[in-house]
């Protein structure tokens, strides 16, 4: 614990040699003194995450984001089985993700986001049952969308990066947020996109032609509706006069001049919240 501490560049006020470190600064021990949680976010640490993190089997909780941390995450992680809880966003972490991350099955929330990460996700990862969250946006990450993702999957946000491909049916086994913006996908927007239970879906700046599906009525939980600068064509679905605008807060379709028509009423009742800048679309 000391070599993992004084890599992570934390000052010596927050860890004494002389007592145990269950009473560290962010540690918390099992009834056996063994750490099952590591959560220093936000503490500004400047150095770098330690192979023998590795070492720490009982760790059930590691939280690092916000802090300055460089280097590589390094593949002693995936020795961490019983993980459920991983965050090291809001750092310098380079590199790609090791494969060794794949043994990370009990994973429920893992958390990347805003690093300077490259290459693809490991495949396994979306193979995680118990996965609730996957945010790994904000990083240079390259690859597809798989035909499969977790079965648990609620947010999943992977805007800016530089996936590529087209659309698969799975996103639509998201269970509440899909925010796919600012990648390289292209072709349309998949009719399965039934998210019944989801409330935002956000696809700007991509490269999606066709139309807007009409599946898109579908969705009454949807409060936050985004596909802005991308190649639309056609008219907005009349199905999404079926949307309850007494919950939906913004409907955006700027910057795509291939769509045309006269928008349905009820979206134009949204005023300001029915964004349709520099499209053909009118309100009548």
């Known amino acids: 614990m000391f070599k993992i501490f004084t890599t992570l560049g934390a000052p010596t006020s927050d860890f004494n040699t002389g007592t145990t470190y269950c009473s560290w600064n962010g540690v918390r021990c099992n009834s056996f003194l063994e750490p099952k949680s590591i959560e220093i976010s936000g503490q500004f640490y400047g150095g770098y995450i330690a192979t023998e993190i590795g070492i720490l089997e009982e760790l059930t909780s590691l939280k690092l984001d916000y802090n300055y941390l460089e280097g590589t995450v390094p593949s002693e992680l995936g020795l961490l089985s019983k993980l459920r809880f991983l965050n090291l966003s809001k750092q310098f972490l380079s590199s790609t ?63 800016d990066n530089l996936l590529t491909s087209t659309l698969p049916d799975s996103i639509s086994t ?16 998949p009719t399965s996109i039934d998210l019944s239970s989801a409330y935002a879906l956000v696809f700007d700046d991509n490269q999606l032609t066709n139309t807007i599906p009409s599946e898109i009525g579908d969705m009454l939980n949807l409060e936050y509706f985004s ?58």
């Open 97 to 159: 993700l090791p494969s060794e991350l794949q043994n990370l099955n009990s994973l429920e929330y893992m958390y990347i986001y805003a690093n300077e990460i490259s290459g693809s996700i490991p495949d396994q990862i979306y193979d995680f049952n118990n996965l609730l969250c996957l945010e790994v946006f904000e990083n240079l990450l390259t690859g597809t969308i798989p035909e499969s993702l977790p079965p648990m999957l609620d947010w999943y946000l992977i805007w």
């Open 174 to 189: 998201v269970g509440e947020v899909v925010d796919l913006e600012e990648n390289l996908f292209t072709g349309p927007i």
């Open 227 to 284: 596909i802005d600068a991308n190649l639309l064509t056609s008219s907005i679905p009349t199905e999404v006069e079926n949307l309850d605008f007494t919950i939906l807060e913004k409907f955006d379709i700027d910057d795509n001049t291939g769509l045309t028509g006269t928008a349905p009423s009820s979206l134009c009742n949204l005023g300001y919240y029915f964004s349709y800048d520099n499209t053909n679309v009118t309100c009548g």
